[in-house]
Nanobody
């Protein structure tokens, strides 16, 4: 079993910054891609940013230039630095990881989510 625990969400004024963290623990042989998704009320969950095992990154157009994803392989953590936040960034943010088990099966895991609210 693998657990993903997010932290760092909160209330911030427009133009402010937040840093989200996600820690993976449990039966992990190796972690492939890690990413952040978000879901606003009444909307579908969408990709915010993803980082591959090799360090390649991909961002949603709406956050390019404002958000930065990074990871610490040794600590099994992924981070999302969010700058110049806008009210439309308000959502629940979810950590996601593709994890290899010791038998080399690949599983997809989600965290419980952390709320980010940007006040105008």
């Amino acid at each position: 079993q693998v657990q993903l625990v997010e932290s760092g969400g909160g209330l911030v004024q427009a133009g402010g910054s937040l840093r989200l963290s996600c820690a993976a623990s449990g039966s992990i042989f190796s972690i492939n891609a890690m990413g952040w998704y978000r879901q606003a009320p009444g909307k579908q969950r969408e990709l915010v940013a993803i980082i591959s095992h090799g360090g390649s990154t991909k961002y949603a157009d709406s956050v390019k230039g404002r958000f930065t994803i990074s990871r610490d392989y040794a600590k099994k953590m992924v981070y999302l630095q969010m700058n110049s936040l806008k009210p439309e960034d308000t959502a629940a943010y979810y950590c996601n990881a593709d994890v290899y088990s010791s038998s080399f099966d690949l599983y997809d895991y989600w965290g419980q989510g952390t709320q980010v609210t940007v006040a105008s």
